[in-house]
Protein backbone atom coordinates (compact mmCIF):
# COMPACT_ATOMS: atom_id res chain seq x y z
CA UNK A 1 0.00 0.00 0.00
CA UNK A 2 2.60 2.30 1.21
CA UNK A 3 4.39 1.72 -2.26
CA UNK A 4 1.69 2.48 -4.21
CA UNK A 5 1.00 5.55 -2.81
CA UNK A 6 4.71 6.23 -3.01
CA UNK A 7 4.16 5.28 -6.69
CA UNK A 8 1.57 7.38 -7.34
CA UNK A 9 3.22 10.45 -5.68
CA UNK A 10 6.00 10.04 -7.76
CA UNK A 11 4.02 10.25 -11.09
CA UNK A 12 1.96 13.34 -9.84
CA UNK A 13 5.31 15.29 -8.72
CA UNK A 14 6.51 14.24 -12.31
CA UNK A 15 3.78 15.42 -13.97
CA UNK A 16 3.92 18.63 -12.19
CA UNK A 17 7.13 19.27 -13.05
CA UNK A 18 7.18 18.42 -16.80
CA UNK A 19 3.52 20.91 -16.86
CA UNK A 20 5.66 23.39 -15.20
CA UNK A 21 8.32 23.32 -17.48
CA UNK A 22 6.38 23.57 -20.72
CA UNK A 23 5.16 26.52 -18.71
CA UNK A 24 8.36 28.01 -18.52
CA UNK A 25 9.02 27.21 -22.46
CA UNK A 26 5.84 28.59 -23.25
CA UNK A 27 6.17 31.93 -21.29
CA UNK A 28 9.62 31.76 -22.66
CA UNK A 29 8.66 31.77 -26.31
CA UNK A 30 5.85 34.25 -25.96
CA UNK A 31 8.44 36.74 -24.32
CA UNK A 32 10.48 35.86 -27.36
CA UNK A 33 7.48 36.60 -29.94
CA UNK A 34 6.82 40.00 -28.34
CA UNK A 35 10.75 40.92 -28.42
CA UNK A 36 10.62 40.18 -31.79
CA UNK A 37 8.01 41.88 -32.53
CA UNK A 38 9.47 44.69 -30.83
CA UNK A 39 12.35 44.07 -33.36
CA UNK A 40 9.93 44.84 -36.49
CA UNK A 41 9.15 48.12 -35.22
CA UNK A 42 12.37 49.03 -34.95
CA UNK A 43 13.33 47.73 -38.39
CA UNK A 44 9.89 49.85 -39.62
CA UNK A 45 11.70 52.86 -37.52
CA UNK A 46 14.32 52.87 -39.35
CA UNK A 47 13.06 52.22 -42.61
CA UNK A 48 10.89 55.25 -42.57
CA UNK A 49 13.73 57.75 -41.37
CA UNK A 50 15.38 56.53 -44.36
CA UNK A 51 13.09 57.37 -46.72
CA UNK A 52 11.55 60.54 -45.24
CA UNK A 53 15.81 61.59 -45.33
CA UNK A 54 16.10 60.55 -49.02
CA UNK A 55 13.05 62.43 -49.62
CA UNK A 56 14.47 65.81 -48.27
CA UNK A 57 18.17 65.16 -50.82
CA UNK A 58 16.22 64.64 -53.95
CA UNK A 59 13.12 63.90 -55.01
CA UNK A 60 14.19 61.04 -57.83
CA UNK A 61 14.48 57.40 -56.84
CA UNK A 62 16.93 54.91 -58.13
CA UNK A 63 19.45 52.01 -56.93
CA UNK A 64 22.13 54.88 -56.37
CA UNK A 65 19.89 55.77 -53.25
CA UNK A 66 20.96 55.33 -49.30
CA UNK A 67 18.11 53.84 -49.01
CA UNK A 68 18.72 51.13 -51.02
CA UNK A 69 21.35 49.52 -48.91
CA UNK A 70 20.58 46.54 -47.27
CA UNK A 71 21.00 46.57 -42.96
CA UNK A 72 23.29 43.96 -42.64
CA UNK A 73 22.88 41.03 -39.97
CA UNK A 74 22.87 43.34 -36.78
CA UNK A 75 23.37 41.43 -33.23
CA UNK A 76 20.13 42.63 -30.25
CA UNK A 77 19.74 41.11 -27.61
CA UNK A 78 19.16 37.79 -27.64
CA UNK A 79 19.58 37.23 -31.18
CA UNK A 80 20.35 39.22 -34.68
CA UNK A 81 18.29 41.14 -37.27
CA UNK A 82 18.57 42.00 -40.87
CA UNK A 83 16.18 44.10 -43.25
CA UNK A 84 16.24 45.48 -46.86
CA UNK A 85 14.20 47.91 -48.43
CA UNK A 86 12.93 47.79 -52.31
CA UNK A 87 11.45 50.07 -54.94
CA UNK A 88 7.76 48.23 -54.98
CA UNK A 89 7.49 51.02 -58.04
CA UNK A 90 9.80 49.04 -60.33
CA UNK A 91 6.74 46.16 -60.02
CA UNK A 92 3.69 46.94 -61.81
CA UNK A 93 0.43 47.36 -59.75
CA UNK A 94 -2.50 45.44 -60.23
CA UNK A 95 -5.16 48.06 -59.55
CA UNK A 96 -3.55 50.07 -62.17
CA UNK A 97 -5.84 48.21 -64.63
CA UNK A 98 -8.89 49.15 -63.65
CA UNK A 99 -9.45 53.28 -63.86
CA UNK A 100 -12.58 55.10 -62.23
CA UNK A 101 -14.38 51.63 -62.78
CA UNK A 102 -12.78 51.31 -66.48
CA UNK A 103 -9.98 48.51 -67.75
CA UNK A 104 -7.04 50.91 -68.70
CA UNK A 105 -5.98 50.43 -72.10
CA UNK A 106 -1.98 51.23 -71.83
CA UNK A 107 -2.08 49.22 -68.54
CA UNK A 108 -4.27 46.29 -69.66
CA UNK A 109 -1.65 46.29 -72.69
CA UNK A 110 1.68 45.87 -70.47
CA UNK A 111 0.26 43.70 -68.25
CA UNK A 112 -0.39 41.47 -71.19
CA UNK A 113 3.18 41.48 -72.99
CA UNK A 114 4.19 40.51 -69.07
CA UNK A 115 1.91 37.66 -69.21
CA UNK A 116 3.17 36.62 -72.32
CA UNK A 117 7.33 36.81 -71.30
CA UNK A 118 6.43 34.79 -68.26
CA UNK A 119 4.49 32.25 -70.84
CA UNK A 120 1.17 32.88 -69.28
CA UNK A 121 -2.28 33.15 -71.32
CA UNK A 122 -2.45 36.70 -71.75
CA UNK A 123 -6.66 36.05 -71.85
CA UNK A 124 -6.77 35.97 -68.06
CA UNK A 125 -6.94 39.26 -68.11
CA UNK A 126 -10.60 39.05 -68.60
CA UNK A 127 -10.93 37.46 -65.51
CA UNK A 128 -8.58 39.58 -63.21
CA UNK A 129 -10.96 42.28 -64.66
CA UNK A 130 -13.77 40.92 -63.28
CA UNK A 131 -12.67 40.37 -60.21
CA UNK A 132 -11.90 44.06 -59.15
CA UNK A 133 -14.31 45.36 -60.95
CA UNK A 134 -17.67 46.60 -59.32
CA UNK A 135 -20.13 44.82 -61.15
CA UNK A 136 -21.46 41.22 -61.84
CA UNK A 137 -21.07 41.28 -65.69
CA UNK A 138 -19.01 38.52 -67.23
CA UNK A 139 -16.40 39.86 -69.65
CA UNK A 140 -16.80 37.93 -72.88
CA UNK A 141 -14.56 35.74 -74.03
CA UNK A 142 -12.45 34.58 -70.44
CA UNK A 143 -14.07 36.64 -67.78
CA UNK A 144 -15.44 35.38 -64.94
CA UNK A 145 -17.80 36.48 -62.15
CA UNK A 146 -19.93 34.73 -59.13
CA UNK A 147 -21.71 32.15 -60.93
CA UNK A 148 -17.86 30.46 -61.90
CA UNK A 149 -16.47 31.01 -58.58
CA UNK A 150 -19.82 29.32 -57.24
CA UNK A 151 -19.17 26.47 -58.39
CA UNK A 152 -15.87 25.21 -56.54
CA UNK A 153 -15.21 22.67 -54.41
CA UNK A 154 -15.52 25.53 -52.04
CA UNK A 155 -17.64 28.28 -53.39
CA UNK A 156 -16.93 31.91 -52.96
CA UNK A 157 -17.86 35.28 -54.62
CA UNK A 158 -15.57 37.29 -56.96
CA UNK A 159 -14.38 40.38 -54.88
CA UNK A 160 -15.47 42.96 -56.71
CA UNK A 161 -13.54 45.72 -55.31
CA UNK A 162 -9.65 46.58 -56.11
CA UNK A 163 -7.00 43.67 -54.97
CA UNK A 164 -5.81 43.75 -51.51
CA UNK A 165 -3.02 41.58 -51.84
CA UNK A 166 -1.25 39.68 -54.81
CA UNK A 167 -2.34 36.63 -53.51
CA UNK A 168 -6.00 37.26 -54.40
CA UNK A 169 -4.78 36.24 -57.59
CA UNK A 170 -4.32 32.21 -56.75
CA UNK A 171 -8.22 32.66 -56.23
CA UNK A 172 -9.19 33.88 -60.16
CA UNK A 173 -10.54 31.72 -62.43
CA UNK A 174 -7.48 30.59 -65.00
CA UNK A 175 -4.48 31.43 -62.82
CA UNK A 176 -2.40 28.29 -61.44
CA UNK A 177 0.03 27.99 -58.40
CA UNK A 178 2.98 27.93 -60.83
CA UNK A 179 1.51 31.22 -62.64
CA UNK A 180 1.12 33.41 -59.45
CA UNK A 181 4.43 32.12 -59.03
CA UNK A 182 6.42 33.48 -61.71
CA UNK A 183 4.00 36.77 -61.54
CA UNK A 184 4.98 37.62 -57.76
CA UNK A 185 7.92 39.15 -58.27
CA UNK A 186 6.87 41.54 -60.79
CA UNK A 187 3.55 42.69 -59.49
CA UNK A 188 2.10 44.17 -55.93
CA UNK A 189 -0.74 45.93 -55.11
CA UNK A 190 -1.15 49.80 -54.13
CA UNK A 191 -4.69 51.57 -53.47
CA UNK A 192 -4.22 54.37 -56.06
CA UNK A 193 -2.69 54.37 -59.14
CA UNK A 194 0.91 54.22 -59.03
CA UNK A 195 3.51 54.86 -61.83
CA UNK A 196 6.19 52.36 -63.11
CA UNK A 197 9.65 53.47 -62.31
CA UNK A 198 12.05 53.41 -65.09
CA UNK A 199 14.96 53.85 -62.55
CA UNK A 200 14.14 50.60 -60.73
CA UNK A 201 12.41 48.31 -63.05
CA UNK A 202 13.68 45.06 -64.06
CA UNK A 203 14.50 44.44 -67.36
CA UNK A 204 11.58 41.91 -68.00
CA UNK A 205 8.98 45.10 -66.91
CA UNK A 206 11.07 47.59 -69.21
CA UNK A 207 10.31 44.74 -72.38
CA UNK A 208 6.49 45.30 -71.42
CA UNK A 209 6.59 49.24 -72.21
CA UNK A 210 6.74 48.55 -76.10
CA UNK A 211 6.36 44.81 -78.39
CA UNK A 212 9.93 45.22 -80.02
CA UNK A 213 12.53 46.12 -76.90
CA UNK A 214 14.70 43.39 -76.95
CA UNK A 215 15.97 41.37 -74.09
CA UNK A 216 19.12 42.55 -74.69
CA UNK A 217 18.75 45.95 -75.46
CA UNK A 218 16.38 46.17 -71.98
CA UNK A 219 19.44 44.57 -70.13
CA UNK A 220 21.68 47.37 -71.33
CA UNK A 221 19.06 49.80 -70.18
CA UNK A 222 19.04 48.25 -66.85
CA UNK A 223 22.97 48.78 -66.69
CA UNK A 224 23.01 52.32 -67.95
CA UNK A 225 20.25 53.35 -65.49
CA UNK A 226 22.19 51.53 -62.74
CA UNK A 227 25.10 54.10 -63.89
CA UNK A 228 23.32 57.43 -64.37
CA UNK A 229 19.75 56.93 -63.37
CA UNK A 230 17.14 58.89 -65.68
CA UNK A 231 16.22 62.67 -63.82
CA UNK A 232 13.03 62.37 -66.08
CA UNK A 233 10.54 60.75 -68.29
CA UNK A 234 11.76 62.41 -71.28
CA UNK A 235 15.48 61.61 -71.06
CA UNK A 236 14.13 57.97 -70.80
CA UNK A 237 12.36 57.89 -73.82
CA UNK A 238 15.10 59.51 -75.51
CA UNK A 239 17.19 56.87 -75.56
CA UNK A 240 18.56 55.18 -78.55
CA UNK A 241 16.76 51.81 -77.61
CA UNK A 242 13.60 53.23 -77.21
CA UNK A 243 13.73 56.20 -78.62
CA UNK A 244 12.09 54.79 -81.97
CA UNK A 245 9.41 52.25 -80.21
CA UNK A 246 6.70 55.16 -79.18
CA UNK A 247 6.49 54.21 -75.61
CA UNK A 248 3.58 56.28 -74.06
CA UNK A 249 4.92 58.15 -71.20
CA UNK A 250 1.42 57.56 -69.51
CA UNK A 251 2.45 55.44 -66.20
CA UNK A 252 6.05 55.66 -66.01
CA UNK A 253 8.38 58.05 -63.67
CA UNK A 254 11.31 58.59 -62.40
CA UNK A 255 10.30 58.39 -58.31
CA UNK A 256 8.50 56.11 -55.91
CA UNK A 257 5.80 56.34 -53.64
CA UNK A 258 5.94 52.81 -52.91
CA UNK A 259 8.24 50.92 -50.92
CA UNK A 260 8.84 47.24 -49.32
CA UNK A 261 10.78 46.55 -45.94
CA UNK A 262 11.71 42.90 -46.04
CA UNK A 263 13.28 41.88 -42.57
CA UNK A 264 14.28 38.68 -40.58
CA UNK A 265 14.85 38.72 -36.62
CA UNK A 266 15.91 35.33 -34.40
CA UNK A 267 15.84 35.63 -31.18
CA UNK A 268 16.52 32.70 -29.54
CA UNK A 269 14.61 29.81 -31.28
CA UNK A 270 11.88 32.00 -32.48
CA UNK A 271 12.35 32.90 -36.25
CA UNK A 272 10.36 36.10 -37.58
CA UNK A 273 10.28 36.86 -41.72
CA UNK A 274 8.26 39.71 -42.42
CA UNK A 275 7.41 42.43 -45.19
CA UNK A 276 6.00 45.91 -44.12
CA UNK A 277 4.51 48.02 -47.54
CA UNK A 278 5.31 51.54 -46.90
CA UNK A 279 3.53 54.53 -48.55
CA UNK A 280 5.70 57.86 -48.68
CA UNK A 281 3.81 60.88 -49.71
CA UNK A 282 5.31 64.06 -51.56
CA UNK A 283 5.64 65.95 -47.92
CA UNK A 284 7.86 63.31 -46.80
CA UNK A 285 5.20 61.65 -44.60
CA UNK A 286 5.54 57.70 -44.31
CA UNK A 287 2.60 55.64 -43.53
CA UNK A 288 2.29 51.56 -42.73
CA UNK A 289 -0.04 50.04 -45.41
CA UNK A 290 0.45 46.76 -44.47
CA UNK A 291 2.51 44.44 -42.33
CA UNK A 292 2.55 40.97 -43.07
CA UNK A 293 4.25 38.03 -41.73
CA UNK A 294 5.80 35.89 -44.73
CA UNK A 295 6.91 31.96 -44.47
CA UNK A 296 10.83 31.06 -45.17
CA UNK A 297 9.74 29.25 -48.80
CA UNK A 298 8.29 32.67 -49.69
CA UNK A 299 12.20 33.85 -50.26
Keep these: MVLLILSIATVALVSMSSSRQLDIRRTENLLRSSQ ?12 ANALRNDSRENKLDSFDDSWTKPLPETAVSGGAMQARLSDLQGRFNLNNLLVEEKPSDLDVQRFKRLLIELKIKPTVVDAILDWIDADSEIRYPDGAEDETYFQQKTPYRSANRLFADVSELLLIHGISQQDYNKLKPYIY ?5 APINVNTAAPLLLRCLA ?37 NKQGLGVSSANFLLSGTIRVGKILLLFDTHLNRRENGLITLVKRQRRSPDNG
Design 211 to 247: NDLSAKDAELLVRAIKHQPFKTIESFLQQDAIAALGI
Design 36 to 47: AFEYVYSLESWA
Design 189 to 193: VASAY
